[in-house]
């Protein structure tokens, strides 16, 4: 670890000089696992080194090529139409991680997850969310009625959120206690507006706001929000309170992994503005979590779907006169290191559900369909999310407050997110011996390029020092102390960032309207990454692929 981290982490936490060296030394113990998925085969193409040629060719009616949750809406919406599995019928290929940034893990029996962690109810635009829920069980009654009833199991128990602001532990995620009359007035007036916002229909009679996306209001009017930062607008609009605007940041920063100065005004309201689902049995506002993040949705997914997946990466993705031959490639141990494995698949649809900078690589000739990589192809912001695996849950510091531990415990501070607790939904007698914190780090106070620069760069122990700065900060040395495992998942391009223009992108125009033998289907195509998202694009090419 860099003293410099050290020294950073010590004053954070306002410890004593004794017992900061105490929980160092403990700390330095500690030798995380780091995972890079998908960079040994992303660089291995990137360096354009020599593939072997094929050593067998594999036909299928359609290749689904991706298996994150727009790949598993493909398979899972092609079985509703009748093109389930079956030999030769359709085949998916994982793509660098199975199931993308909907992956999770485990250390024994306590799951974790490594990318999304939750899900807010769906509203009813977003029906493709609610059949798919309804089918693995999560939904169990009425699922398209204003109100369905969801599975006690997952939806988010209490006590559900703290922010440790100004030394203190506090109930929900906005500074609240401490704060100046002025503010929380302003605090009032901004939810007033995103309620006003969550009922205006623009001038086609849609609602500004909705998932997916490209059922929202095209009324120019509000379009235009799109044309500024979400600060501008916050600015423009006289909302001042330092608070709010950390508030804000925050949620842009956790749902985009970018800072609201440079969040799309139409993408950050949005955020607010769409998530109105309610349940039968569940308060407004209330959201559905699992042990280990949507890794449970995504295995219940591909069960329902009963498609065969096969391990790899497309290399080349080519529209042929017989239909579509893909390029796959594996990288294998051997003695003197990783060494390729290459195959081809012929088939008569492909859909490409992995994110367009990939595409943009593989998929030959995207620009005849209207996609220039270098001017379409979304910003790309770096994730760390570190899971913590605890021989005990460690002891919350004296006075800090009423608010117990939470389900997900936000610090005012940046860049990171805050940490949840995995175990949160158990329900026993009484809490677990051992449970797993993951923190959250959205290196947005750099430049993407700068943060995936440092990431590829940075030792075990600098990541381990960003990656538990939330957490010492809220308990100081004791943390050190309860840690006996700690895997960290790096994800470079873990989401497409919402600028503003985001909404006028014409290449993501042109693939959204393309019908043909080559299919796109990613959350990339609507500027952002969120399962909604990526489940509409996927449910859709499986539509057109069927056909």
Not at 65 to 73: N, P
Not at 229 to 249: A, D, I, M
Not at 323 to 330: I, P
Request: charge should be neutral.
């Amino acid at each position: 670890m860099l003293r410099r981290s050290f020294l950073v982490w010590a004053a954070g936490s306002g410890l004593a000089a004794a017992g900061s060296v105490a929980g160092f030394q403990r700390w330095r113990e500690i030798t995380p696992r780091v995972h890079y998925p998908g960079r040994a085969e992303g660089h291995y193409l990137r360096d354009r080194k020599a593939l072997p040629p094929p050593s067998t060719v594999i036909e299928t009616d359609i290749a689904i090529l991706g298996s994150g949750i727009a790949g598993l809406s493909a398979a899972w919406k092609l079985r509703k139409l009748g093109h389930g599995a079956g030999p030769g019928r359709v085949l998916m290929i994982d793509g660098p991680q199975p199931h993308g940034n909907a992956a999770g893990g485990r250390f024994g029996d306590l799951e974790y997850p490594t990318g999304g962690h939750y899900l807010p109810l769906p509203s009813p635009e977003s029906a493709h969310v609610r059949e798919i829920l309804a089918d693995i069980g999560v939904i169990q009654k009425d699922p398209y009625g204003d109100k369905p009833t969801y599975d006690e199991r997952f939806l988010l128990h209490a006590p559900e959120e703290r922010l440790l602001y100004q030394g203190k532990w506090q109930e929900g995620f906005i500074p609240t206690e401490g704060v100046a009359p002025e503010e929380l007035a302003e605090h009032k007036r901004f939810f007033a507006e995103v309620e006003r916002l969550r009922q205006t229909r623009g001038a086609d009679g849609r609602r500004i706001f909705v998932f997916p996306t490209v059922l929202s209001s095209e009324d120019p009017e509000w379009r235009k929000l799109d044309d500024i930062t979400l600060k501008r607008w916050l600015e423009q609009n006289g909302y001042r309170s330092p608070t709010l605007h950390w508030y804000l940041n925050y949620c842009c920063r956790d749902d985009y992994g970018t800072r609201y100065d440079q969040v799309s005004a139409w993408a950050g309201l949005h955020y607010y503005c769409s998530r109105w689902g309610e349940a039968a049995n569940a308060a407004p506002g209330a959201w559905l979590t699992w042990p280990g993040g949507l890794q449970p949705v995504a295995s219940a997914m591909e069960k329902s779907a009963g498609v065969e997946r096969m391990a790899g990466a497309a290399v080349s993705v080519r529209h042929t006169a017989a239909g579509v031959e893909t390029l796959c490639f594996a990288l294998e141990d051997g003695p003197s290191g990783p060494r390729p494995r290459t195959w081809l698949v012929k088939s008569r649809k492909a859909i490409c559900a992995m994110p367009l900078y990939v595409a943009a690589r593989v998929v030959e000739g995207m620009e005849r369909h209207g996609f220039d990589a270098e001017r379409h192809t979304p910003l790309y912001a770096p994730w760390l999310v570190a899971n913590f695996l605890l021989k005990r849950f460690p002891l919350e510091p004296q006075g800090r407050g009423d608010a117990p531990l939470c389900w997900d415990n936000v610090v005012y501070q940046e860049p990171g997110l805050g940490y949840v607790v995995s175990t949160h939904q158990d329900i026993r007698v009484r809490p677990p011996e051992k449970t797993v914190f993951s923190a959250y780090v959205a290196l947005s106070d750099r430049n993407p390029s700068a943060a995936r620069r440092w990431l590829a760069s940075a030792t075990p122990a600098e990541l381990l020092a960003l990656a538990g700065a939330d957490l010492h900060t809220a308990y100081g040395a004791e943390f050190a102390s309860c840690v006996e495992r700690v895997d960290i998942t790096l994800r470079g391009h873990a989401m497409a960032a919402p600028l503003p223009g985001f909404r006028s992108n014409a290449g993501l125009k042109a693939l959204r309207e393309l019908d043909g033998p080559i299919l796109f289907a990613h959350a990339d195509l609507s500027g952002f990454s969120v399962f909604e998202e990526a489940a509409w694009w996927g449910c859709r090419a499986a539509a057109l692929a069927a056909a």
